[in-house]
């Protein structure tokens, strides 16, 4: 997980800072979302998206771009967290499917179960890189989905991907 002080604070303080980082960085806050959970294990967090004028698209409903921006980088960080600084992380794809118009704040949920920070451990065993894809559903208050996000990450031991990108097995 990135930067590395982060490691040495407590899990309390981990997760404000993650929390903190999210909100106060530049490419976040454009987007209108604030990230207003994270789990001290950083396997949880939680992100809203308010309507107001800032996400408010020309015909009233939060804007799509918005939607789909508040989604980026949580499930990297958390897998980041998670599996240590042996591993590359990135997101490697997404796409949107909208349901229904957005006319109130919007809730998204991301959650990385210890189960499936188990498979992928398991799997990095057999393989040195892996993708998985994970869905996101922005709700409101009474839990209605207005949009589903899929968000493919890729992921890589640092050897394994090192070797790819440097033409072989150079030091």
Not at 86 to 110: C, E, H, M, N, Q
Not at 118 to 127: G, K, T
């Amino acid at each position: 997980m990135k930067p590395a002080w982060l490691k040495k604070l407590s899990p309390a303080w981990r997760a404000r800072m993650v929390r903190l980082g999210f909100n106060l960085h530049p490419a976040f806050r454009g987007t209108g979302g604030r990230v207003i959970h994270v789990a001290r294990d950083l396997r949880h967090m939680r992100i809203c998206l308010p309507l107001n004028w800032k996400t408010k698209n020309i015909v009233g409903s939060l804007y799509g771009g918005s939607l789909f921006a508040i989604t980026d980088g949580a499930h990297p960080m958390m897998l980041m967290a998670a599996l240590g600084d042996g591993y590359i992380v990135w997101d490697k794809a997404a796409s949107i499917r909208y349901r229904k118009p957005g006319r109130s704040t919007l809730y998204a949920d991301f959650l990385l179960p210890g189960e499936e920070v188990e498979a992928i451990q398991a799997a990095l065993q057999e393989f040195p890189e892996l993708e998985r894809t994970f869905q996101v559903e922005l709700k409101d208050d009474q839990g209605i989905v207005h949009a589903v996000v899929e968000r493919t990450v890729y992921i890589a031991e640092k050897n394994h991907y090192s070797r790819k990108i440097g033409g072989g097995d150079k030091p």
